[in-house]
């Protein structure tokens, strides 16, 4: 479940649908993907205090089983270069996600048959 939130930001379908698209790319790369909550904050940040341009943001939020806790956030001058930035970045974190999983199982297999070879071996000595 995808779902986009606008902070200090005026509603925007096309926005919405961009960064839906992206999402959806990421959601094809990583089907694991599609069991988790994703949350969307598109924002915009101006200050009242200095004169200067605006700076927006997009603020990704991933809850699941496989992918819990992941939060990453991007800033840019642009909501589209925002949002591009954090496909980008999405794209490596997901990816040291999923190699991280698959070298903590590959060291537990590799364990498990070390530990059942030694058995092996010990039960040939007795023989």
Known sequence: MIKVTFKNLKKS???EKVVLEKMNLLI???PELEQNSIQL??????SSIQPG???????IQI???KFEGLILEKR???LYLAMALAYEASLELLN???DKIRVKSRT???KIKHSLKNLTDENEVYE
Request: charged share 40%; net charge positive; glycine share 6%.
């Open 13 to 15: 379908i096309l926005a």
């Open 28 to 30: 094809e790369k990583f």
């Open 41 to 46: 904050t598109l924002s915009m940040d101006n």
């Open 53 to 59: 341009p605006d700076e927006f943001g997009i603020k």
């Open 63 to 65: 809850k699941g089983k």
């Open 76 to 78: 840019a001058k642009s």
């Open 96 to 98: 040291r996600r999923i």
């Open 108 to 110: 537990q297999l590799r």
